[in-house]
């Protein structure tokens, strides 16, 4: 068979070890001649291809990003997108497609799939907010990523008697901030999911400093103050009267210096989470994820993509796949909130 | 209430991690004494306990080991060992016991379980041979420790031309050796429940070889030729005419290097695996574990072990869950040989 | 004899190491009574002193901080700030004082010694701007973390085809951008030492992005543009119309991909860089700084500091080495260009 | 100029760095063509060789081993072999050598050099036994390598009680040994300079024992008892009656095991130590030391190597650089012996 395969949307670390695993089984396995797109459903769009074969894929499976280049291009936002799609595959004998990414690119492996084309998603967000697998790959290596920073964080902190607000990924799911949180031993951790209370916030601050120890503040980009915006008493404000300074984390953590005494200071993670050799983890998962895809395509599925249930790679429809975000739940959530203070 | 807890067996990243939870949910959640016996069992049979409070706690989470310290003392071994066990916890007020280990301890867990003992047993194996949860603690940094040799050996293997052997813990189950050998691109992976063929472990290698890479073996401690004993044509041999060199690692090493014709060393890993900081996935594992013991020891349940099925915490029977090893299956191991040579 | 010891400023990874080597070298190789400070000048001031014995240094070496505590008090900006601190060390009966910090700590460590405190300073500067030492420890573990996380950059930048600005430590010296930009193979380096032109940066970044790479700024906090402040043409411009976008790292971004037309993002990496567990190199130069103070102090020596020329510890007068700042010379940067674009 | 390089010996982390600078600087700088010889002189006899472009060095330099591959051939111990060297460089018009390597390699490039052969040497050990040298490449990277371990065994070794022997690299000298025993925190170190006291050992570990902790011995794989052979006083021997128990390692967990009466196990790092991405003192090193190769060559010099000295990279004479091993001074050893027990 002749089989595409394209990697869009944020990178995520995996991206290569799916690459690899797909071409390895699909070569190796099946005889098969894969066919690389560039930088997603641009080079699909675009024809621009690149052909991977097993010397192409030797030494990628520890290396993050992607070799193939990713982009944001959604071809159903460009006039005649979907045409040049398919113009595009048919020209180049596509038998199948193996899209990676997130809900924007298995939205129009979706759309594609119902248009006839034979297509394998295999699923990629490094948040986890994905609801039909239990994991996605790329989350494990930006937990580790946080965590680590985390256990640096703490020593600092204690020699300085200060507070350490670490601002991590997460826009609408918290699960990079529970987990890192969890594994790092934060003092509180505040995600999307579940707007905070900023006294109770000040509140676990101050008892985790009366315990002898200083608190770190694990906060999801994305979460909010349950009760307005976060407001200094004094200092700088925007015109409306409110406290801007970057993203959360540094308002957070000018908020808590003024309201417990002590210093306080922000640490935006940023691009370091997603970047970087994937964790085993995500190794074997992303592996296993690419393998499945294959023997799926081979199987003659379409409008499905791979997923992670227990220890088993399952199939499950596309169209529900992408249907809603997995948030963090308030059980899970709850659990958490006995390491608070 | 007055909660026991021990670590038993062989020590594993994630034990703290445990013991802190617990101590956390109990005396914060709900007001609970927790009593630490020391060394596993032998401590429970002395009544050599300690007091665990939340400052006993701190700062623990991200140190491997147990700070309780272990032992592989089984009291049903011992002349009046159960009498002293029961003894022991009636003297000490201990209303419910939270032992963390693996078949062994779990095994004695069961016995005072059914003598009327309040049990909740946590599950603790780094070889993840459990059948009854999808992982246990530990595993994912063994695994980490493993790959990350891996990755460091391909370099070395690739600028001298050699075969690098690479033995792995797994006298059962191969479990690290499948995962670490997967995340870390070996040429070979060999486990115990599939005994392997020499002449085609050689091919792998020559194939690597031709190929223009070094090749990696992975290989169990566990694992065994499916033919008979390794044996060298030449060179030095026991008193059977086999060749011992210490264990499968090296002697595979040897016989790879007679073969092949190309040089080939042995790494064994050993104690570098179970020691040193947990991995985040195995901090958080083992944290919820500990949640989820003193969750069911409040719910009356008895009897029992907290296991990970998907992303949930469940209990099972803790009769069936040390009734059988998990092992490999052999579709787990036919996916990864797509891999191999 | 009875020996006090303090650490002032920011904390930095390698401090409990100094200490532990303090106390195993004083208490066991001389028999001395060692004496800790809190929180560093502001401790000796109040007097708020702890012993340290050989149990209250085990575990401490791989622990970044400093198990003292650390503050940024001046004794001679105090109101009798000085006749307290040499009240405190009378009551206390300190015969030799060890001051571990930096040009702060230790210029107040040259006055008491003038008046006839006997001192031996360790050196301590993150960002290795101590002229009379080779290296300062802590700098090797904020290089190792700034690498590291230019490392996972690269993959993230090459897959998204986006400049990745990086800002690190270093407000006057630019030896963490230097040696961390050369060890992760950034495209430009820029140090507070050599003003930039921001022409020369973006064309850099052009050349970088010609070749099929993407390129990593590696920028210390001081750094500056050669001429005047960094201007957008476009967008939001402050009250005097330049852009102000937190510090020189996000605003270089924003240039940047101002003038490439592709897009950029940066990461200010911030207090992960002082955290943490210190590397090999500068656990084994902390050890031996300590080691050497002691014998300093037994040798009777006063006024002085230990320092690192070459591989061996050596004293030189305290009132020379911190006066004046070691900063990157011109043929270093120079070196360094070859790899620029 | 047309330089040609290779790499000879045991590969080391930070090998494709200096390749790298030697290209970035000889092309880009000065417009030079650079030669890669694979394996060592055993390419440069054969012809085999390899132009090295830009693009041949991209994303190298944080890659362990070496591209260019290596081998222990010594063309003065191969018949005709200086012949064939001098005939391969003048047909490919190679006007200067840069050949990396340890006292074989340079050996050869010392007598090359007085044979008109313009060479100018780069020091390889990872021993860092060379005396014309501070420091050598890779040294820092294995030193991290054992460190880590060591910080993991010391949980495995405390929560079982039992004595954890760690063999490292040093045949002749215990540079690895002493600076990862420092640096971990090991209570005994043993180097080949200083034959050991069996008594002596064993007792550092019953003291640690004592203190609550469990030792851990650091053994250099050239270690040696002072009196004789390590000798069980129970056990199987061989036919000498001496126990050959594998290497040092090994053999010293038997007997302090035997004579302390508690468990011990050994680990042999073997090749983790010299595979893998290099630190960042070891790719700042490495990186200076390519630049000033190139930098030597232009200026005409030949019969030198390039040599740390403080933050200098300065040039030695090679036939004294290799003149005698650097081997750890009895001072050295002493100031680490305070640390024992």
């Known amino acids: 068979m002749r089989i595409g395969i394209l990697t869009g949307g944020g990178d995520c670390p995996g ?31 675009d024809g621009d291809s690149v052909p991977l074969e097993l010397a192409s894929v030797r030494g990628i499976l520890p290396r993050g990003g992607t070799v193939l280049g990713t982009s944001r291009t959604n071809p159903y936002a460009v006039d005649g997108g979907p045409e040049r799609v398919l113009a595009s595959l048919e020209r180049l004998g596509i038998e199948a497609l193996i899209p990676i990414g997130g809900e924007d690119t298995l939205g129009v492996a979706t759309r594609l799939g119902e248009a006839g084309v ?34 640096r964080l703490h020593t600092t902190g204690d020699s300085h008697h200060r507070t350490l607000v670490v601002e991590v990924m997460g826009r609408h799911a918290g699960w990079i901030a529970l987990h890192a949180g969890m594994a790092g031993g934060a003092s509180v951790v505040l995600v ?17 400093f009366a315990s002898g120890f200083s608190p770190i503040v694990v906060v999801s980009e994305g979460a909010k103050p ?4 976060l407001v200094l008493s004094t200092g700088a404000k ?19 210096e003024e309201r417990t005494g002590r210093e306080a200071r922000a640490v935006v993670l940023g691009h370091i989470q997603r ?58 959530y709850a659990e958490a909130e006995v390491f608070f203070g």
């Open 275 to 332: 970047g970087g050799t994937p964790s085993p983890f995500d190794r074997v998962l992303a592996t296993r994820f690419g393998l499945a895809a294959v023997a799926a395509v081979h199987d003659g599925a379409t409008g499905i993509m791979v997923a992670l249930r227990g220890t088993d790679i399952v199939r499950v429809r596309l169209s529900e796949a992408t249907a809603q975000l997995k948030l963090v739940p308030p059980e899970r």
């Open 15 to 45: 991206l290569n070890a799916v690459i690899r695993a797909v071409v390895r089984k699909g070569v190796t396995g099946h005889g098969d001649e894969v066919v690389g797109f560039r930088d997603g459903w641009r080079g699909v769009m």
């Open 238 to 256: 925007d015109a409306f009267g409110h406290v801007r300074l970057g993203g959360i984390g540094p308002a957070l953590a000018a908020l808590i």
């Open 118 to 151: 034979r297509v394998v998603g295999v699923p990629k967000t490094i948040d986890n907010d994905l609801d039909a697998t239990d994991y996605t790959f790329g989350f494990d290596t930006a937990v580790g990523v946080a965590m680590e920073a985390i256990d």
């Open 192 to 208: 999307p999911e579940h707007p905070f209370d900023v006294d109770a916030v000040v509140e676990h601050c101050r008892h985790r």
């Open 226 to 229: 349950a009760n307005g915006d």
